[in-house]
């Protein structure tokens, strides 16, 4: 039996609301499901705007208020990042081609999905939106698919590796 992490990286823009949620959330899915000693998980950003800085505080109350707690600093994606994380899951289709073009000349073919692919009511639409220049509510709507999103991604590592 393999007994090396899985290793998910999440990734978005600025790794200060979307990624960090995610992480998050996977993070408290996998302690659930008594499975923490088996992953290792991270997010970053395809750029460098908000290096350093914590998760965005509505991104944070939001989760806090489903009883996740934010964790962590903004820091881009690396190529060490591509050669090392098993899953690359990004939230946009931005992201994707900007991972993409890392990638290329980094590792040709590392595993690269959107978050939104293990979400059961993305009816097609595989961008989780950027809530940074919106309200309070699209947070929560953020929330909510990531949510959905990570049950969905853990399901599938969870039966691709026999866990």
């Known amino acids: 039996?393999?007994?090396?992490?899985?290793?998910?990286?999440?990734?978005?823009?600025?790794?200060i609301c979307r990624s960090p949620?995610?992480?998050?959330?996977?993070?408290?899915?996998?302690?659930?499901a008594g499975?923490?000693?088996?992953?290792?998980?991270?997010?970053?950003?395809?750029?460098?705007?908000?290096?350093?800085?914590?998760?965005?505080?509505?991104?944070?109350?939001?989760?806090?208020?489903?009883?996740?707690e934010l964790t962590g600093r903004s820091r881009p994606i690396t190529?060490?990042?591509?050669?090392r994380f098993d899953y690359i899951v990004?939230?946009?289709?931005?992201?994707?081609?900007d991972v993409r073009r890392l990638a290329e000349r980094v590792r040709p073919e590392p595993e690269i999905r959107r978050l939104r692919e293990f979400d059961a009511e993305s009816a097609g639409d595989l961008d989780v939106p950027d809530p940074y220049?919106?309200?309070?509510?699209?947070?929560?709507?953020?929330?909510?698919?990531?949510?959905?999103?990570?049950?969905g991604l853990l399901a599938h590592i969870r039966s691709e590796r026999s866990l």
């Open 21 to 32: 949620l995610a992480e998050a959330v996977f993070r408290h899915r996998v302690r659930a």
């Open 133 to 151: 220049y919106g309200g309070e509510q699209g947070f929560e709507t953020v929330q909510r698919i990531v949510e959905r999103s990570c049950d």
């Open 35 to 68: 499975l923490e000693d088996r992953f290792e998980i991270d997010s970053a950003g395809t750029s460098d705007y908000h290096e350093g800085e914590p998760p965005d505080r509505r991104a944070a109350a939001v989760a806090r208020r489903h009883g996740i």
């Open 90 to 97: 990004v939230m946009d289709a931005q992201n994707l081609r």
């Open 1 to 15: 039996m393999n007994t090396d992490p899985i290793k998910v990286l999440f990734v978005c823009l600025g790794n």
């Open 79 to 83: 190529a060490s990042d591509l050669r």
